[in-house]
């Protein structure tokens, strides 16, 4: 009973647990810097980003949370947009439904090849789902031609909802930025959660989770289909944004492009994932205009990056705020 | 007293060596037990298997009765045994109280339906958090929860770390060294804290330190390259001739 007091006048005086900020007013900021943003870089672009923005933000929970590098989570974001891009296609041409088959798909691949993965760990949970990524490339860019169309990729067509055409702006654009919001919704609420402790805690001894009772694998397991259906997820908006695709969606290569997104932002932070990901593509989009091998500067970036700066720039951010508000540490 | 836990032929080979050879033990429920010998002689390696972290090459372990030689370590949790680690084991990146999350919801059944455990906010949880700070309170650490566990200093990790394993509350207390790297003034506070929560388990200690704890105990097993070579009261045990010969190397 004394501890118990003694605790609880702990808990409510000196070390009382901050509140982080309300998600609603979060949210909101996010939904403004978005929308002003897209006029001065146009709202198709500001599409391309979000849409970008939630694959970072996909990769980054099992990334940067759960602190398992993976070449493999393209394999998830091409499944999603192969499946809606058929779907619509061959069942019905409703672009909500698409995107709902493209998730499911998805997340139904991650749990079959989540079972075998979330065994490993380190270079080799990296190099298996890099594996697998491969074994659906040549599928979807050889085996499958007749169906996929193979190399040359194939055109997508989205229907409307109802009267309404989705894939016209502005509507589109609020559509994509409402999605980006989810995810960003959902990865907050989840990584806040009992549940975020645990894929933090795999990030750093997962031998200890076993000897507190709990089943290690289980939880990699679900952090790794949730984090593959909001990638799927990616992708099915991908292809009602260009109406067309191509294996490329597919490749193994393209995944250094959301590795390098995480580090910029700071990896094992939602923010950082959004910053990381919309910086990313202003570079991707604007330096390849004035550098022809854009990628060098990437490089070289990228090298600063690791050396001078391991928490990204939102981890740099919250360090030098901290110091000069005096609470840092 | 019935007895907690039973080893009948317990082996642990790792090639040609014999870590843990033919252990026979029995610990009585509610009694406190310490096991010495020098460093390689399978002290750590029958923690191991008590806990499930390998399985034996041969022999049963038996828990309250029940064949549990090839459970899971999370399944021995569940049935009610907890161990703490030798090198501590905690989660450096996370801050105090958020290490002990995990600990204190695993046995909370409201926290078994998805919702709760995936979507329910810590730091607004009220509920969790007294949890948490009042088995940090239990190890002098309320003042520290929100520090990063890694900016502890290293006694108050070895705190945290059994913290985290009472937090489970288990039938079964396996303490893999604890005084191990602590100062004078930490190890005289850990000996408090073990004197103060010794009546709610049953425990098994691994000890270098026997002088310390030597009061504490009920019953000591002694091992020597992987055997049981004695075992007994404390103030019996430790003066036997083959004791000291082979734990202090002294020779009458």
Not at chain 1, 132 to 157: H, K, P, R
Not at chain 1, 242 to 259: F, K, Q, T
Not at chain 2, 123 to 150: F, H, P, T, W, Y
Not at chain 2, 190 to 213: C, N
Request: charged share 15%; glycine share 10%.
């Amino acid at each position: 009973m004394e501890i118990k007091r003694l605790a609880n006048a702990a808990l409510f005086k000196n070390t009382e647990i901050k509140s982080s900020p309300r998600i609603l007013v979060e949210l909101i900021i996010i939904a403004v810097v978005f929308i002003l943003l897209s006029f001065f870089l146009g709202k198709p672009r500001m599409t391309d980003f979000m849409i970008f923005g939630i694959a970072v933000l996909s990769y980054d929970l099992i990334y940067g949370y759960m602190g398992h590098l993976t070449i493999g989570h393209m394999l998830y974001f091409g499944t999603g947009t192969y499946s809606a891009t058929l779907f619509m296609k061959l069942v019905s041409p409703n672009p909500l439904l698409g995107i709902i088959a493209g998730i499911l798909a998805g997340a139904l691949l991650a749990a079959i090849v989540g079972s075998l993965v979330v065994r490993t760990k380190g270079a080799t949970f990296a190099l298996v789902n890099m594996a697998f990524n491969y074994v659906g490339f040549f599928l979807v860019a050889y085996a499958w031609a007749d169906v996929t169309g193979g190399e040359d990729g194939m055109a997508s067509f989205t229907g409307t909802v109802g009267p309404v055409n989705l894939q016209q702006h502005p509507l589109w654009f609020y559509f994509v930025l409402s999605c980006l919001l989810l995810s960003f919704f959902l990865l907050k609420k989840i990584t806040a959660s009992p549940f975020g402790v645990m894929v933090k805690a795999i990030k750093h001894n997962e031998t200890r989770i076993k000897f507190l009772g709990y089943n290690v694998h289980y939880y990699k397991l679900v952090t790794f289909v949730i984090a593959s259906a909001l990638a799927a997820f990616a992708g099915t908006l991908t292809t009602i944004n260009y109406g067309y695709i191509a294996p490329d969606y597919l490749s193994p290569l393209r995944n250094e492009e959301l590795i390098f997104a995480n580090l910029i932002g700071g990896a094992g932070n939602i923010y950082g994932a959004l910053l990381g990901g919309t910086l990313y593509m202003v570079m991707k989009d604007y330096l390849s205009i004035y550098v022809a091998r854009w990628e060098l500067v990437l490089g070289i970036l990228l090298v600063v990056i690791s050396l001078k700066f391991r928490t990204g720039l939102v981890g740099f951010l919250k360090k030098h705020i901290q110091l000069r508000s005096g609470s840092g540490r | 007293m019935s007895q907690i836990i039973t080893t009948v032929g317990l082996s642990k080979h790792f090639g040609s060596l014999k870590a843990v050879n033919n252990v026979n033990i029995a610990i009585k429920e509610g009694s406190i037990n310490g096991v010495i010998g020098p460093n390689g002689s399978g002290k750590t390696t029958l923690f191991n298997l008590l806990s499930g972290y390998f399985l034996p090459t041969e022999g049963t372990i038996y828990f309250q009765g029940e064949d549990i030689t090839h459970l899971t370590p999370q399944n021995r949790v569940v049935k009610g045994i907890g161990r703490s680690f030798q090198l501590v084991s905690i989660f450096p990146q996370l801050k105090v109280y958020e290490n002990m999350v995990l600990s204190v919801i695993r046995f909370l059944k409201r926290y078994k339906t998805g919702s709760r455990f995936y979507l329910s906010r810590i730091d607004a949880n009220k509920e969790i958090l007294n949890d948490c700070m009042q088995c940090l309170g239990m190890v002098g650490l309320e003042d520290k929860a929100q520090l990063r566990s890694g900016e502890l200093s290293y006694g108050d990790q070895r705190l945290l770390e059994i913290a985290l394993t009472v937090a489970l509350k288990p039938r079964l207390l396996l303490l893999d060294e604890p005084l191990a790297g602590l100062g004078d003034v930490e190890i005289s506070f850990m000996l408090e804290l073990l004197q103060r929560i010794k009546k709610d388990f049953t425990m098994v200690i691994v000890e270098h330190k026997i002088t310390k704890i030597e009061d504490f105990i009920d019953e000591l097993f002694v091992m020597s390259q992987g055997f049981v070579i004695c075992q007994g009261k404390p103030s019996e045990v430790l003066y036997t001739p083959e004791v000291r010969k082979c734990y202090w190397g002294e020779v009458d």
